[in-house]
């Protein structure tokens, strides 16, 4: 399972950290990414971390903002929002696929095994 959390309600500028705790696995032996889902729009990917190689991609919406990480004794990870829009207002989701996906399959939703509940980023300007 998965469970996210630190979504809340920021001014543009601001910074936060979701966080994604999971239990029943290791999430070093899984690709980890977060998405995010607007309202009326479709669920996007933001930024990932390809199993232990510690390997990370951002979309370009996240690009120089967005930075994913893990914790390992914690089985967490960690993503760190800096200078919010509010164009980033969604529910953020954190998802995990079983070994190191190839780069073309990351956006893929399909290939996530596990989902957390998602945890809502609101900002205002």
């Known amino acids: 399972q998965l469970q996210a959390s630190g979504g809340g309600l920021v001014q543009a500028g601001d910074s936060l950290r979701l966080s994604c705790a999971a239990s029943g696995f290791t999430v070093n032996d899984y690709t980890i990414g977060w998405f995010r889902q607007a309202p009326g729009k479709e669920r996007e990917g933001v930024s990932f971390l390809r199993n232990s190689e510690s390997q990370t991609r951002y979309a370009d919406s996240g690009k120089g903002r967005f930075t994913i990480s893990r914790d390992k004794a914690k089985n967490t990870v960690y993503l760190q929002m800096n200078s919010l829009q509010p164009e980033d207002t969604a529910v953020y989701f954190c998802?995990?696929?079983?070994?190191?996906?190839?780069?073309?399959?990351?956006?893929?939703?399909?290939?996530?095994?596990?989902w957390g509940q998602g945890t809502l980023v609101t900002v205002s300007s």
């Open positions: 998802a995990a696929a079983k070994g190191r996906l190839i780069v073309s399959r990351l956006q893929a939703i399909s290939a996530y095994d596990h």
